[in-house]
């Protein structure tokens, strides 16, 4: 038996006699086995720990199989699975296998709503069992005082994944498993397998960052130091976008003189998924489109879903051998893999081990990218590479060759593209993108009931915005998808506020998709507001809460410690914000400013009544004098317009933009 010790954290294991147990100082977490399921008996495939070692305040642990039988062996899969001491009280967060799907802490027994099974292709691991609840590369779970954060260190070649059992009175079982897809192994051959990463010390939201900081080490993250601002045509044009409506709203972008970068074309432009370089009728060349939007001062952006193809385009016809397909008795015809459903066609992911596929993938992004001239690419529906099924390569594991579709593209296109991806299965896609998408589309209405919580909706965007943003600036930076401030949407004004405090306060990718003409001053001052974003922020209830209601972040500017605070609830609430719980210093030789009205507020307690799905924002400000309390062009009151303040012999110097501003502050 192998013991190892990091802090609080235990874990015990002998491969050899198949036994697996994780504790902390109060007793066992885990208990169970270690085995692993292969075409042959399993005594063939012997299992070795190669490493265990102290690791960022966890315990690292990687597992080796070697083949000491005399015959190639298939192996299915490996698991760790064991019972828990997780009780009635305990809560799971559970991670979603790719952007849409939901992620957050739910009590034991409690599940998101199921999925519509026209969407289950897209939405969820279909390899994972439907019968438990699935965590896709990493697991949270907390009663009490007990804490344990478990995932995968590496995601290059398997889609791992946590099967739960649990209900109303606890945690029965919980198996970490690594799915090796019938990979081959040779006599007296070694796989070795993804290190496992556990923690019973930390905190599960502090488990989890120090997780994705370990996976986006390994996976060499791709973090810009920038965020992505611009505008999209996506939520108000849909698919009915032409060159004409992107030109307009060029041309209002340059009259309205907002500060951002990107104007990004969205689904609409092509005759069919899969044809992408079939331009329809709205549109003329695009290489002269992209080459206007950046002589107007804009970065050219396209959108289109390289590796998803739909049963009418002419690639799919032209085709058929091109894509995953499903098993087959020898000598019949394979028919592709189900993609999903949608807008009244069925859809297939391409087969990106096939080399005709491959030279087609450079083709197209060659196109795009060098003759066209789109510098911004958002790439969707992602997950249709990675589908379960037979390939062109049959060694080849779905993650394998998910990634050399990724490759391809990146090679192709260059470093100097910004990749934005969308639809992905998550981990597997560290070190490919500047960005993703972590939740569900916003969509113009708050919710549609009865609809899961992967379907469009801004509750289904704020939810994944918040229970995801541990992966922001640790594996790319986070999209928390389109900002909609049009009077003319479904949504509140107190859902638009609360939605643009958001994204201020996480530091994600800013990109606002109304036609500009439909917003009014009010939409327009609140897209300018949320433009001076902070670099992160910190969820505060990630555990407690399905959707949690407190953001803490450093505005711009003066790093001065800011709260976001919001009601997600269907009524009014009232909400209490103490700025002794948010700073160690005198709170006297501080002032609170108030983000959203843009002035200094009496504190240091403040009592509020929040609208449903309503937000406030708050920053402790210090109070000497010359200090910059806030700037009301913000929704922090942090700025970068202001270089620096000063208070002497009875004036106030500003120095903004280089230029002194000098005020006097004496009759």
């Known amino acids: 038996m192998q013991e190892i010790t990091a802090m609080k954290s235990t874990v015990c294991s002998d491969p050899a006699a198949g036994v697996f147990s994780v504790s902390d100082g109060t007793g066992t977490l885990l208990s ?18 190669r490493s265990a070692a102290k690791e960022a305040g966890g315990i690292a642990i990687g597992f080796d199989l070697e083949n000491v039988g005399d015959d190639p062996v298939r192996l299915d899969r490996l698991v760790l699975s064991g019972e828990t001491g997780f009780g009635s009280d305990a809560r799971i967060y559970r991670h979603g296998y ?38 896709s590369y990493l697991i949270g779970l907390i009663e009490a005082e007990r804490t344990l954060t478990m995932g995968f260190l590496t995601h290059d070649r398997f889609c791992t994944r946590f099967d739960i059992v649990d209900d109303e009175r606890g945690v029965e079982e919980v198996a970490a ?9 040779e006599p007296g051959g070694t796989l070795e397998l993804p290190t496992l990463w556990i923690d019973a010390t930390r905190d599960i939201e502090d488990g989890l960052a120090v997780l994705a900081d370990l996976i986006g080490d390994r996976m060499d993250a791709r973090v810009p130091g920038s965020v992505p601002t611009g505008w999209c045509s996506w939520y108000h044009y849909f698919t009915d976008v032409t060159e004409a409506d992107v030109r307009e709203n060029l041309t209002k972008l340059q009259e309205w003189g907002v500060p951002v970068e990107v104007v990004q074309i969205d689904d609409g432009y092509m005759e069919a998924f899969g044809d992408w370089r079939s331009i329809a009728d709205g549109f003329s060349e695009m290489g002269e489109l992209a080459r206007d939007i950046e002589t107007a001062g804009y970065r050219p952006g396209l959108w289109l879903a390289p590796f998803y193809v739909e049963e009418e385009a002419a690639l799919y016809r032209d085709h058929p051998e091109w894509f995953i397909r499903k098993p087959s008795a020898a000598g019949t015809d394979q028919e592709p893999v189900d993609g999903g459903y949608r807008a009244g066609s069925n859809l297939y992911g391409l087969d990106t081990t096939h080399p005709e596929v491959q030279e087609w993938l450079r083709d197209t992004f060659e196109t795009v990218v060098h003759d066209w001239g789109f510098s911004y690419l958002k790439l969707d529906f992602l997950f249709a590479a990675a589908l379960p099924g037979e390939r062109y390569d049959p060694e080849a594991t779905r993650v394998e060759a998910y990634r050399k579709g990724l490759d391809i593209i990146a090679e192709t296109v260059g470093d100097d593209v910004f990749l934005l991806g969308c639809g992905a299965p998550l981990a597997p896609s560290v070190g490919f993108f500047d960005a993703m998408r972590i939740g569900p589309d916003t969509d113009p209405v708050w919710e549609t009931p009865g609809e899961s919580a992967s379907q469009p909706a801004l509750k289904n965007a704020v939810r994944n915005t918040l229970t995801r943003q541990f992966l922001h600036r640790r594996w790319w930076l986070n999209d928390p ?8 949407s479904d949504l509140t004004a107190a859902e638009r506020e609360a939605f643009a405090v958001l994204v201020a306060v996480t530091g994600g990718v800013n990109i606002l998709s109304d036609r500009l003409a ?12 949320s433009l001076s974003p902070t670099e992160t922020g910190v969820v ?48 006297d ?28 924002v708050f920053a402790i400000v210090p109070a000497g004098p010359g200090d910059l309390l806030g700037d009301a062009g913000t929704l922090t009151g942090g700025t970068g317009r202001v270089d620096g303040t000063s208070m002497a012999a009875g004036r106030l110097r500003a120095t903004v933009a280089d230029n002194d501003l000098v005020f006097r502050t004496e009759h």
């Open 540 to 587: 505060e209830d990630l555990t407690t809460n399905e959707f949690p209601s407190r953001v803490v972040c450093e505005r711009p500017g003066d790093r001065a410690t800011t709260v976001a605070i919001f009601n997600w609830e269907d009524q009014p609430r009232r909400i209490v914000f103490d700025a002794h719980a948010y700073s160690d210093d005198d709170i």
């Open 177 to 185: 498993v690594c799915p090796l897809e019938g990979r081959r192994l």
């Open 98 to 135: 790719q952007s849409w799907s939901p992620s957050g802490t739910l009590p034991v027994g409690e599940r998101f709503p199921a999925e519509n099974p026209d969407n289950a292709p897209m939405m969820r691991d279909l390899a994972a069992p439907t019968d438990r609840r699935t965590s």
């Open 481 to 488: 998808d389109c900002q909609l401030v049009r009077e003319t």
């Open 518 to 529: 439909e917003i009014d001053l009010a939409g327009r001052r609140l897209i300018e507001r």
């Open 32 to 49: 169970g086995g270690i085995n692993v399921d292969t075409s042959h008996a399993s005594s063939e495939v012997q299992i070795t720990v």
């Open 589 to 616: 030789a501080h002032v609170l400013w108030d983000g959203v009205a843009g002035d200094v507020v009496d504190g240091p307690v403040i009592e509020r009544e929040l609208p449903a799905h309503g937000a406030a």
